[in-house]
């Protein structure tokens, strides 16, 4: 992960070999920049009715969908750099 961020992902067994990670977007939180275990930008906001999705990049360049309660305030602005904090035992490894 960028940074060297490390998960630890349910059921995996290491010598598996490569593969993606797998986050729900319901199952990351936003946080300040740096109190989170990955730093992002936020690129655009998807308006879902009672639910917001944030599409994010990360440092590294890769694009990460967090989605949120749609809230009367602290949205981040388009532009802000927010931290993500996946929830603990959310991160599923999908073997190549």
Not at 14 to 21: D, F, S, T, V, W
Not at 47 to 54: F, P
Not at 72 to 87: H, M, R, T
């Amino acid at each position: 992960m960028p940074g060297g961020a490390r998960l630890v992902c349910a059921g995996h067994a290491p010598g598996l070999g490569r593969g993606h990670l797998s986050l729900r977007p319901e199952r990351i939180d936003l946080c300040a920049p740096g109190a989170g275990l990955m730093r992002a930008t936020v690129l655009d906001h998807v308006y879902l009715g009672t639910d917001i999705q944030l599409r994010t990049r990360l440092v590294d360049g890769e694009e990460v969908v967090v989605r949120v309660q749609n809230v009367a305030s602290g949205l981040p602005e388009v532009g802000a750099e927010v931290g993500l904090k996946p929830e603990a035992g959310a991160a599923r490894l999908l073997v190549d």
